[in-house]
């Protein structure tokens, strides 16, 4: 026992002089950064904290990160930056409301910090707070108009609002930024699919294809909207052709043995569904 406490300790002091050894290493290269960059005059205990706590972040030390950036805040509480950081760092720990409210802060300093305010969406987003997620990604558009990543996510916020017509609008822009943009297709299939424009939706599924003929959801999805135009002999193929790439996917399967049965190929149905009781029951 007394072994194991002696142990315990040894970790404690060798874990202690790797923080400080680390922190003097972060200290002499920031010293040399602001002497080159700035000159000396510039460097202040404010930008030890920041720099220590980005270099924590970075190495997933986030608790240190944490502490550093409060540091820093205590000393120059208007830095946006600082701010920003810290909703990073808190967002490694699913402290969303922490997060929210320093990415806040963030865009309060700094009305055009266009990365707080993607960052807020992003957590806005988790706390299902669907509203606020929009406006966010909305004011980064504005921000940035050809930010194809905050169309992106906002096309996925109101396509979870089930505002189709304005998801739509999203990803379209997203494609047409960046026309190899696998996602924005197959979700803008989705949402088409939701609207009940089935041609439209497996235009987008092809092109999914096109671009990525290994993506098993793009076949399953295609299985089923062809499926919803009656178009079965296409819809079985599709669905073998995502079981091929994917054998254990169980929906597939499950989908499959029910268009059998449907038809009325109790054998095929039969051999679907044991397989799929394989899949789950493992």
Not at 61 to 76: L, S, T
Request: charged fraction near 30%; glycine fraction near 6%; charge should be negative.
């Amino acid at each position: 026992m007394k072994k194991h406490i002696g142990f315990i300790m040894l970790n404690q002091q060798n874990n202690f002089i790797r923080k400080t050894l680390f922190a003097f290493l972060v200290f002499c290269s920031s010293i040399t950064y602001f002497n080159l960059s700035y000159g000396t005059g510039m460097f202040n205990d404010f930008d030890t904290h920041y720099q220590l706590g980005n270099e924590y972040n970075k190495q997933g030390m986030v608790d240190d990160a944490i502490q550093e950036y409060q540091k820093a805040i205590e000393i120059n509480e208007y830095s946006s930056k600082v701010y920003n950081n810290l909703g990073v760092a808190y967002g490694k720990k699913n402290m969303v409301d922490e997060e929210i409210s320093s990415y806040r802060r963030a865009v309060d300093l700094d009305e055009n910090y266009k990365e707080a305010y993607f960052n807020l969406g992003i957590a806005y987003g988790i706390k299902k707070m669907a509203d606020e997620e929009i406006a966010a990604y909305q004011k980064v558009i504005e921000l940035d108009p050809e930010n194809l990543e905050a169309y992106y996510n906002l096309g996925n916020a109101y396509r979870d609002k089930e505002m189709y017509d304005k998801s739509i609008t999203a990803y379209k822009k997203v494609i047409e930024i960046d026309p190899a943009y696998i996602d924005a297709h197959f979700n803008l299939g989705v949402s088409y699919g939701r609207k009940g424009l089935l041609d439209d939706e497996i235009l987008q599924y092809k092109r999914v294809l096109s671009l990525n003929p290994y993506n098993a959801e793009a076949h399953f999805n295609l299985a089923i909207a062809y499926g919803e135009k009656k178009m079965f002999d296409d819809q079985i193929r599709e669905y073998k052709k995502a079981i091929e790439l994917n054998p254990n996917y169980a929906k597939a399967y499950k989908n499959l043995e029910s268009v059998y049965r449907a038809k009325g190929m109790k054998k095929e149905a039969d051999n679907e569904l044991s397989k799929y009781h394989d899949i789950v029951e493992r």
